[in-house]
């Protein structure tokens, strides 16, 4: 009788386990940032000063070296596969279609927080790219969109 109710209790936890659905996540908040010739997006801490120095990045081109994108994302469920986050730019058209770049970076899922990763897109990406005209940041989980977030022109 024990053992009938051992093998009855793991068999409903190994169905219970198999399906439980992918992790519950979410991008919250992408940031785009220019760098200028020392890799910098701001020349202090202040919000307002960043915001000052990127509006000045935007109308001098020759002052930007690269782009920063800071992505805000959260994971609440235990992930079953490898979590990573995949930023996709779109360039320029130039000819019938625009360049494009994907970057991905794997990130540790869960914890009770939101979680920041930062993508760095210099030299000769950001050169062959061009201006970025859209993007697109997603959270995946194995082979699973879990959650995206994107540009108007996306």
């Known amino acids: 009788m024990r053992r009938s109710t051992t093998w009855l209790a793991g068999l409903i936890w190994l169905a219970t386990?198999?399906?439980?659905?992918?992790?519950?996540?979410?991008?919250?908040k992408v940031l785009p940032e220019f760098m200028d010739a020392k890799c910098q997006t701001s020349l202090s801490p202040s919000l307002?000063?960043?915001?000052?120095?990127?509006?000045?990045?935007?109308?001098?081109?020759?002052?930007?070296?690269?782009?920063?994108?800071?992505?805000?994302?959260?994971?609440?469920?235990?992930?079953?596969?490898?979590?990573?986050i995949r930023l996709e730019l779109?360039?320029?058209?130039?000819?019938?279609?625009?360049?494009?770049?994907?970057?991905?970076k794997p990130v540790q899922p869960g914890g009770r927080f939101s979680h920041w990763t930062e993508f760095a897109i210099t030299g000769g990406d950001f050169a062959t790219l061009g201006q970025v005209t859209a993007w697109r940041a997603t959270l995946w989980e194995g082979e699973q969109l879990l959650s995206e977030q994107k540009s108007y022109l996306w």
């Open 17 to 28: 386990a198999l399906a439980l659905p992918a992790a519950t996540a979410r991008v919250i």
């Open 48 to 84: 307002y000063e960043r915001d000052a120095y990127q509006a000045q990045l935007r109308l001098h081109p020759l002052k930007r070296s690269g782009m920063k994108f800071f992505v805000q994302w959260k994971t609440k469920d235990y992930a079953w596969s490898p979590v990573k």
């Open 90 to 104: 779109r360039g320029r058209a130039e000819g019938n279609l625009p360049k494009q770049l994907v970057v991905e």
